[in-house]
């Protein structure tokens, strides 16, 4: 059929030259119920791609912003874009205010700099 897709997309994790990755270092810092809230998003953006609001926005320019409210009444955000058929996680954050702030776009889009070059 012309309208496959695969039942799953890879995910990776940025990885830096110096082979740190540091979305999952930040995960890993979350308590256990946060981490698998997270995950489960993840997850459904996964294998259920493509996905709307309220789990996924566009940020524009490539990246996509997976958004988790968490047991633990926060808010997390995962940024991410597509490369080589894989959903590479770019940056994750808690969220402290309404608009999501500059210094966090731009880290993101450096990263899909360095994933897409």
């Given amino acids: 059929m012309a309208d496959e897709r695969p039942l799953e997309i890879p995910v990776r994790f940025y990885r830096t030259a110096a082979g740190r990755e540091p ?24 294998f259920g791609w493509p996905i709307g609001m309220p789990l996924v926005r566009t940020l524009k320019n490539g990246l996509w912003e997976v958004r988790s409210i968490l047991p633990s009444r926060r808010i997390a ?40 070059s």
């Fill in 23 to 46: 979305v999952l270092e930040w995960l890993r810092g979350l308590d256990k119920e946060d981490r698998r809230a997270i995950g489960l998003d993840l997850m459904r953006v996964q």
């Fill in 77 to 116: 955000r995962l940024i991410l874009c597509f490369h080589d058929d894989n959903i590479v996680v770019l940056h994750g954050f808690i969220k402290k205010t309404q608009r999501t702030h500059h210094e966090d776009l731009t880290l993101a889009r450096q990263r899909m700099r360095e994933v897409t």
